[in-house]
């Protein structure tokens, strides 16, 4: 059984910063790609990025520039650093793992979720 936990959410102000974590359990941490999703009230969870077992990323259009994807094999750990943060920022966070469907900007295409993490921004 995979357990995600997440962290490191809160509240901060527009332009301000925060860094996400991601702690999994389970020692094949390092086989699976990992991602990152967002869900705001009434809205759909979105993807946010993605970082494959090699480290290649890829971010939506809307944190592009703004947000980093990393990883830490060793540690079972993956990161999001968010930076330019704006009030549209503002959801639960969720780190997830990859399946096997190969759909990684679909939350379809991801096995096991962790609880999720507040962000608010204000304005």
């Known amino acids: 059984q995979v357990q995600l936990v997440e962290s490191g959410g809160g509240l901060v102000q527009a332009g301000g910063s925060l860094r996400l974590s991601c702690t999994a359990s389970g020692r094949t941490f390092s086989w699976y790609d990992m991602g990152w999703f967002r869900q705001a009230p009434g809205k759909e969870r979105e993807f946010v990025a993605r970082?494959?077992?090699?480290?290649?990323?890829y971010y939506s259009d809307s944190v592009k520039g703004r947000f980093t994807i990393s990883r830490d094999n060793a540690k079972r750990l993956v990161y999001l650093q968010m930076n330019s943060l704006k009030p549209e920022d503002t959801a639960v966070y969720y780190c997830?793992?990859?399946?096997?469907?190969?759909?990684?900007?679909?939350?379809?295409?991801?096995?096991?979720w962790g609880q999720g993490t507040q962000v608010t921004v204000s304005s």
């Open positions: 997830a793992r990859e399946g096997q469907s190969g759909t990684y900007y679909s939350p379809s295409g991801y096995d096991y």
């Open positions: 970082i494959s077992r090699s480290s290649s990323t």
